[in-house]
């Protein structure tokens, strides 16, 4: 044998250098260096991904940012509408029509408060009921709050009646003070009704813009005041004074106790802390003025001592 023969020329080689027995496998690449070929889709993105991971991705290299959307080609998604837009066309129109009344609501009611504090005009004398009706009594606008000079005066409404008793006889009750009693349903009270609030107080200065000094009506609007006031009064009365049977409320009268509200001490202004009265002469109740909650037979007992008949 050849000197320079040094093992078989065909097939590998042993450490000893003898031939390595048949059937044994050749030594290979390692796995992370074979890439294999991927011809389409996210295959070969996930491929290419195992490699970076693998070796590590290089400063050149670009990959998907972290919470970015992608398409299944690898496209970014487009944007989705939000808001009204995103909902289904019927809630779109639904959702419409709702703030086109809120807006139409919006201008109609501002529009009916400048024509109720603007001056006189054209639209506000020809639409003057539907505007007052449109604002009274829930958006009713006082503007002494912004006067030069605030009203300073607490106002009390007070009222008594005189009744019939079943002998024939008569008995005045006390001095009740109506507007005491609305104050203590309004205090610690978080929704207090609007007549507890403003029946009381409106009516009287309707009664006061509509008289003079004398207590005397100014016009057709003087009696219709008095008529308010008047029937107001019967109801708080009939409220809380108990009737002994066969009693029945006769007149009514009523004053108003008003007095000033003193200065803050740092004020140098000088007021008359002195209440002032104004007594108002004896109503005759009438048929109409009772309450609804009155019986039948009260009305006729009035209607018939009104026309003589008992």
Known sequence: MDAYDKGPRDGPVGPDGSSAPDGADSPSVPNEAVVPSVSRGTEQTSVAQEVHEGHGASETDELPTKGEAHEPGGGP??????GIAGLPRGYQLAAALALALVAVTVCVHLGMMFLHVAPANTVSKEHGKKIYDWVYPEFEQNWKLFAPNPLQQNVAVQA?????????????????????????AIDHNLLPSHTQ??????AWDFFLSTHDTQNRPTGLRGEISERYVRRIVLLRIDRHESLARGESIDQVQVRSRTTVVRPPKWSDEKVNAKPVLRVLPWWSVTPDDLPLADDTRARRDVAAEGSGTR
């Open 77 to 82: 998604l487009p944007d989705l509408p939000t």
């Open 160 to 184: 008594r009646a005189q009744l019939r008793t079943a002998d024939g006889g008569r008995r005045v009750t006390d001095w009740y003070d109506l507007s005491a009693q609305d104050g203590a």
């Open 197 to 202: 609030q403003n029946q009381l107080r409106r």
